[in-house]
Structures are given as structure tokens and as C-alpha cells.
């Protein structure tokens, strides 16, 4: 019954130590596997929004208060040190599931300065076609107000059999516009202190 006793009493310290390690391990390597996500996965599609920015968005990013309990990563575009543009990233659903998207701004909220797509799990030759530029590229440059498909008033052509991501597509950048309306004049101020 001791030997019993002893394996039982072994064997438990032997998981809590395992446990504690591995927590101590994840909590230590937290920050680094976060940086690499967003390094791999937004960061490619800031290149497409800022191609001459000067900065490392990704490094240079901050957490904006919404003030409804919620919080927005930022990522700011520098060009010889004056901040040009914002973006951040917003979802739509998709036929496969949610479509991320990184939707960049002016800093004076004149207009849209790209969009770029992070995650997406679309049919491949359909869906998946919305991070081509012919569709991409209709979001450079375009005025804030009336974001819609051609169908439903506005001027963005979807992507042909793909009505289901064109439509998240869009939604996510409607959602993006009103959140940037929310954080427009504090903007500026976060990356000055």
C-alpha cells in the first residue's frame, strides 16, 4: 500500500511540474509567436496597402480603445517620419468561413488607401479570387462614402460566381470605415506621445 501511496504521490508531482513548465514556457513565448503571426500573416497584406511606406507597421502597431470594453490593433504607415496612413483588420463571412481583411486608411480620412486579404478559406478559382488585384485594386483610392457592389448601387464589380465573398468582402470594409470614424481624431495623438 506505501509503494502505492509513493507512485501515486510521484506520478503527481511529476505532472504538476510538467504543467507548470509548459505554462511557463507558453506564457514566456507568448510575445514572439505573437509578433510572427502578425509578421507572416498581416504583414504582407499591409506591404500591398502601404508599398512605399518606411516603417514596420507590425512593430510600430498599438492597441486603440473603442470604448465600448473593446480594443482595435492599429498598424501606422510612416513615410519620412510623417505618419500617412492606418489600417487594421476586419472579417466578413465568406463562403468558407470568415474572409479577414486589412483595410488601410489616410491619416485625414479622405479615403481608403487598399485593402489586402489575411485569411480565407474561399473555393479555390472562385471565391479565393477576391486577393487578385482586378478585384483588390477597386478599393485603392476610393472615396469613404458608398461602399457597394455594382448590384446593390455601388461601384465595386464582384468577382464572377463569387457573390458570397465579394458581398463579405465589402461587408468587411463597411465595418472597417465606421470603426475608423470612431478612432479618426485621436489617430494622430497615439503616435505622437
Known amino acids: 500500500m506505501n509503494d ?8 503527481s508531482l511529476i505532472c504538476g511540474l510538467s504543467g507548470l513548465t509548459l505554462a511557463s514556457v507558453r506564457k514566456a513565448t507568448a510575445p514572439v509567436i505573437e509578433e510572427q503571426v502578425l ?4 504583414g504582407p497584406a499591409l506591404k500591398q496597402i502601404f508599398p512605399s ?5 507590425v512593430r510600430d502597431r498599438k492597441r486603440m480603445d473603442l470604448g465600448d470594453g473593446k480594443s482595435l490593433t492599429v498598424f501606422p504607415a510612416f513615410r519620412n517620419g ?24 489616410a491619416t485625414d480620412g479622405s479615403r481608403l488607401e487598399g485593402i489586402g486579404v489575411t485569411t480565407l478559406k474561399e473555393t479555390p478559382g472562385l471565391g479565393a479570387r477576391i486577393v487578385e ?3 483588390r485594386d477597386q478599393f485603392t483610392n476610393h472615396s469613404m462614402e458608398r461602399i457597394a457592389l ?6 465595386i464589380n464582384a468577382v464572377a460566381g463569387a457573390t458570397i465573398s465579394s458581398t463579405g468582402t465589402v461587408a468587411a470594409v463597411n465595418q472597417a470605415v465606421n470603426l475608423f470614424r470612431r478612432i ?8 505622437e506621445s
Open 82 to 105: 510623417k505618419l500617412t496612413g492606418v489600417a487594421f483588420e476586419t472579417f466578413g463571412k465568406g463562403y468558407g468561413g470568415p474572409i479577414g481583411i486589412m483595410v488601410g486608411f
Open 184 to 191: 479618426k481624431d485621436r489617430i494622430s495623438a497615439e503616435w
Open 39 to 42: 509578421t507572416h500573416v498581416q
Open 133 to 135: 488585384p482586378e478585384f
Open 4 to 11: 502505492m501511496v509513493k507512485m501515486v504521490v510521484v506520478l
Open 53 to 57: 511606406h518606411d516603417n514596420n507597421p
Open 150 to 155: 455594382t448590384k446593390q448601387g455601388g461601384d
